[in-house]
């Protein structure tokens, strides 16, 4: 410790008092969160496994997959990081690892969101994220974190600069979302929009169908007309009672 100032040692014997932690990894938390002590703090506690990624492996794993024109990682890296993992590109695992990077557009990672998910999940080798993708996916059965998973994908899966999600991308997102939470609307839903919307889904409506996918039951049963829904589920309300789309008990 006698490179730190004195700042820093005091800010390390602090962070070893209260995690029992060695010194190394109190200097790498420390390290990994500029020297914020709470950011420290909130990265080791994150972590199920209490070991600190070695920044250099990080940087060995990011130059593997870094795209060779740009200081990105971008389509063809990430196709190459899915057949390292073993996992379909179109795998929802990916998007929650995308969720854990904070990433801002599909099929691109910057250095900083790489190296962010990689050390919030505590891992510097192919061998170890692969050991958490059943984790990545557990992950999607807590109902809090596949509320702020849903609410990512939109940004996530929009096109730069747009407002709205183009119509196609969405339901592709619908269904990969609730194949995880099961709504035995989501085909009905889908084909809704193509015979009678066909235009980008706005965020409001984006946010709102987990809402309505969530407290109306699916035989409508419950579902108040005069409830502060988006027209579009009101529409779609009127689509599934037009074609006799609702199976309701006796």
């Known amino acids: 410790m006698h490179r730190l100032g004195r700042g820093h040692r005091d800010k390390v014997q602090q962070f070893m008092a209260i995690t029992g932690t060695s010194e190394k990894v109190a200097i790498q938390a420390l390290k990994a969160s500029d020297w914020n002590l709470e950011g420290a703090f909130d990265l080791f506690y994150s972590q199920p496994i209490r070991s600190m990624p070695d920044s250099r492996h990080l940087e060995e794993l ?19 990081l899915c057949n390292d993992l073993q996992v379909d590109p179109g795998d929802i695992v990916m998007l929650v690892l995308s969720w ?15 190296f962010i998910g990689l050390q919030t999940l505590g891992v510097d080798s192919i061998d170890k994220l692969k050991e958490r993708i059943l984790y990545l996916r557990s992950e999607l059965k807590d109902e809090q974190k596949f509320r702020e998973i849903y609410n990512f994908a939109f940004n996530w899966a929009k096109e730069k600069g747009q407002k709205s999600l183009a119509l196609d991308t969405a339901i592709g997102m619908w269904q990969l979302l609730f194949a995880e939470r099961q709504w035995p609307l989501v085909d009905h839903w889908c084909q809704f929009l193509q015979a009678r919307h066909n235009k980008a889904i706005s965020k409001d409506t984006w946010s709102q169908l987990l809402e309505f996918a969530k407290m109306v039951d699916p035989s409508l049963s419950n579902y108040d007309a005069e409830g502060a829904w988006p027209y579009l589920i009101d529409e779609f309300v009127e689509y599934l009672n037009e074609n006799d789309l609702i199976h309701r008990s006796s």
Do not use: N, V, W
Request: charged share 25%; with cysteine.
């Open 62 to 80: 990011y130059q593997r997959y870094k795209d060779p024109y740009t200081d990105m990682i971008m389509a063809d890296g990430i196709s190459l």
């Open 100 to 114: 854990h990077m904070k990433a801002a557009t599909m099929c691109e990672f910057s250095k900083q969101e790489f």
